[in-house]
């Protein structure tokens, strides 16, 4: 008998059927660190994940790895990097593979934006 460790309402899909759903990107109000919520399709068999912000010039700021995640419904913080203000746009690419990065099974790019410390 299989107990579930973590219930989900969605029968679990095969490798091959595994996604990016969403993603929500909200930045901290100290504008240095941005909150990533990243849903993936319930799996069998345990992904790995790349998360790549970059900046407006395509410098990478912040950077995550996720290796064989046991949850579909991840919640992360990222840390902008080497940036004296982190006020603009940026892009986040998750990519979602297994053995290989080359190519990724999902990618998904989003855009977002740091406001202004005055606003």
Known sequence: ???P???SDR???PRDQIR???ITITPYRDRFRVHIHIKVTPFQERPNLLLIA???QERIVSELNIIETMHHDME???HIRNVADPAGQYTLQ???FYETRSPPQDRRI???SIPEADE
């Open 20 to 22: 990016i759903e969403e």
């Open 94 to 96: 998750a990519d979602l």
């Open 110 to 112: 989003e855009t977002f």
């Open 76 to 78: 992360f913080t990222l």
């Open 11 to 13: 029968p679990l899909q």
């Open 5 to 7: 460790i973590f219930p």
């Open 1 to 3: 008998m299989e107990i």
């Open 54 to 56: 970059r900046d407006e």
